[in-house]
């Protein structure tokens, strides 16, 4: 095994925890953590570029226990999350997942989690990096709703790639490949109780395993490594040049507290009509009405491959910065530098030239382009 990366190099105590799985991705290898949900997230386990041909080609197994649960229940249950998402939960049955936002009162975006439904009044929400219990738990105490809100311990694994739906058919075997996009299942692998998913954060086929004993994490991992070996499995961090092409947005970087849905362009994810309300309703359906003023697009930036920008970088039409870039990475695939940008409406539409302060250059030329880069209708995913 490769040589386990020194976590004192960015540890301070037992403040940020460790997954079930910690013990696993030092033994394979980790290079680097960040810390995700005040948990430690595993960087990569070798360069971005061998991991994302893994991804597209063979099947990569990804710990994301920071994605923390928080569980919404009890009698409130089903208006409480209701209110803090501008999503129609009426919509979503019981069995099923959601992608959702959470947004403020001002239309802000809090969170962009994915919810699963348990039961009438049951939900888990698999977070972002923001505190969504806190938030959750104001908003129960300040509407009177009589819903339990707590964060539980439960720990996903993302399995993702072409090769991922053999590779779980040979672990849960052939039911499971019935699973459809964003429905999800309560079983168990050998004893070891789980919740699985057809989700994921990479645009490929995928699979979430939710791990509900965390004592047995290292083993599951085993076993998930010991199986996908015929699939050639590698583990993996965050692939943001997948994530880019597919026009999956990062909390934080692309979408923030500062923006709203219809600027980043997840629009689609607020049902102004839905019965009863919800935090943000009277500040979106305004924005609806009036319109952006910028909106987050699609960049193809010439020159040679660039860096995942670890900043925001400045864009400038005409001499004068107009908006900034919030993620930008090199596709191998396409061959192109492409990213994101936020600029404004007058300056946002496909076609238009701009450019981009590449640091250690005196500026690279972009175009404005719709995003996503590749599979606009998701059906890799949903195949």
């Not at 500040?283 to 987050?296: P, Q, Y």
Request: positive net charge.
């Amino acid at each position: 095994m490769a040589k386990a990366f020194d976590i004192k190099k960015i540890a301070r105590g037992a403040r940020v925890r460790r997954s079930p799985y910690f013990a696993a991705t030092q033994r394979y290898g980790c290079q680097g953590y960040t810390v995700y949900n005040h948990m430690y997230l595993p960087n990569g386990y070798s360069d971005p570029v061998s991991e994302y041909w893994k991804l597209v080609r063979d099947v990569t197994l990804w710990d994301v226990s920071v994605e923390r649960i928080v569980e919404i229940s009890g009698p409130g249950g089903f208006a409480l999350a209701s209110k803090i998402t501008p999503r129609d939960l009426e919509k979503c049955q019981v069995g099923q997942a959601k992608y959702v936002l959470i947004t403020d009162e001002n239309g802000g975006i809090i969170n962009d989690p994915v919810l699963l439904r348990f039961g009438e009044n049951h939900f888990w929400l698999a977070l972002a990096d923001s505190d969504v219990l806190l938030w959750a738990k104001a908003v129960a105490l300040g509407s009177g709703l009589k819903a339990d809100v707590r964060e539980i311990d439960v720990f996903p694994l993302q399995v993702q790639g072409p090769k991922s739906k053999g590779l779980m058919g040979d672990l849960f075997g052939a039911k499971i490949l019935t699973l459809p996009y964003y429905y999800f299942v309560e079983t168990a692998l050998d004893g070891i109780p789980l919740v699985i998913t057809r989700t994921g954060w990479t645009g490929e086929i995928g699979y979430e395993l939710y791990l509900r004993e965390p004592s047995r994490g290292v083993e599951l991992w085993e076993k998930i490594m010991r199986a996908g070996r015929k699939y050639k499995i590698a583990p993996t961090g965050p692939c943001d040049i997948r994530r880019i092409e597919a026009g999956i947005l990062n909390l934080g970087a692309d979408m923030t507290l500062m923006d709203n849905p219809y600027e980043v362009g997840l629009g689609w994810l607020v049902d102004l009509a839905k019965r009863g309300d919800f935090i943000g309703k009277a500040a979106l359906s305004r924005i609806r009405t009036e319109g952006v003023k910028r909106k987050l697009m699609g960049l193809e930036i010439a020159g040679r491959p660039i860096e995942f920008n670890m900043t925001r970088w400045p864009v400038g039409r005409e001499g004068r910065d107009i908006g900034y870039l919030t993620s930008a990475i090199h596709s191998p695939r396409l061959k192109k530098n492409i990213g994101y940008a936020m600029l404004p409406i007058e300056n946002a539409a496909p076609g238009t030239k701009v450019t981009v302060a590449v640091p250690g250059t005196k500026g690279r030329a972009a175009t404005v382009v719709e995003k996503p880069f590749i599979d606009p209708k998701k059906d890799i995913p949903k195949s």
